[in-house]
């Protein structure tokens, strides 16, 4: 079992940022991946960027140069920061960690990220 707790949403305006943080524990493996994925009202999850614990990273092309994920393996804790936020990068962000390969996805609980002027 992993548990991941996730910190740092909140109220952001347009053009401003924010930092994710997600703390994993439990049966951590050697090699693993965790990732940021995002939940808009109405429309289905979707992965925001993932960050392998052999440092391999993806970005989905609506967050590309805006978005950085990065991770500390020894504190088993990856980052998401956020640049340029604009109204639809509002949703529910949710940590995802998995063994590889093959292993089980777990998922943290939510943070929600609003950005409204």
């Known amino acids: 079992q992993v548990q991941l707790v996730e910190s740092g949403g909140g109220l952001v305006q347009p053009g401003g940022s924010l930092r994710l943080s997600c703390a994993a524990s439990g049966s951590i493996f050697r090699l693993n991946v965790m990732a940021w994925y995002r939940q808009a009202p109405g429309k289905e999850r979707e992965l925001v960027a993932r960050h392998t614990s052999v440092g391999t990273t993806n970005y989905a092309d609506s967050v590309k140069g805006r978005f950085t994920i990065s991770r500390d393996n020894a504190k088993n804790t990856v980052y998401l920061q956020m640049n340029s936020l604009k109204p639809e990068d509002t949703a529910v962000y949710y940590c995802?960690?998995?063994?590889?390969?093959?292993?089980?996805?777990?998922w943290g609980k939510g943070t929600l990220v609003t950005v409204s002027s």
């Open positions: 995802m960690y998995s063994n590889i390969p093959g292993g089980v996805n777990y």
